[in-house]
Nanobody, 126 residues
Framework: QVRLVESGGGLVQAGDSLRLSCAAS??????????MGWFRQAPGKEREFVAA????????YNVDSVKGRFTISRDSAKNTVHLQMNGLKPEDTAVYYC?????????????????WGQGTQVTVSS
């Protein structure tokens, strides 16, 4: 079992930045086989893929939503994943979830992810 805990959410104004973190614990001895992702869910909407990263640092993004504004990174030694969010917009308001999947190559499909955090709220005011 892998436990994921997100932090770093909050209330900001449009144009501000936030850095989300996700700390993994538990069966991370084989973390080399885990890819990590960030998803978000706005009120009344379906959960949406944001970004993901492999153990070796390969990344994929939801280009339409976060292109050029969000950056995912990973500190494998600390079992931590970050999501740097710049130029935040009101439409970025959502609960952001960290997830882990047993795959060397990250995917965008939420149903491929095996473990989830409890989420952290990000609210961007206009």
């Amino acid at each position: 079992q892998v436990r994921l805990v997100e932090s770093g959410g909050g209330l900001v104004q449009a144009g501000d930045s936030l850095r989300l973190s996700c700390a993994a614990s538990g069966r991370t001895a084989s973390a080399v086989n885990y890819s990590m992702g960030w998803f978000r869910q706005a009120p009344g909407k379906e959960r949406e893929f944001v970004a993901a990263i492999s153990w070796t640092g390969g990344t994929i993004y939801n280009v339409d939503s976060v292109k050029g504004r969000f950056t995912i990174s990973r500190d494998s030694a600390k079992n931590t994943v970050h999501l740097q969010m710049n130029g935040l917009k009101p439409e970025d308001t959502a609960v952001y979830y960290c997830a882990a999947e047993r795959s060397v190559v990250p995917t965008t499909d939420q149903y491929e992810y095996d473990f989830w955090g409890q989420g952290t709220q990000v609210t961007v005011s206009s």
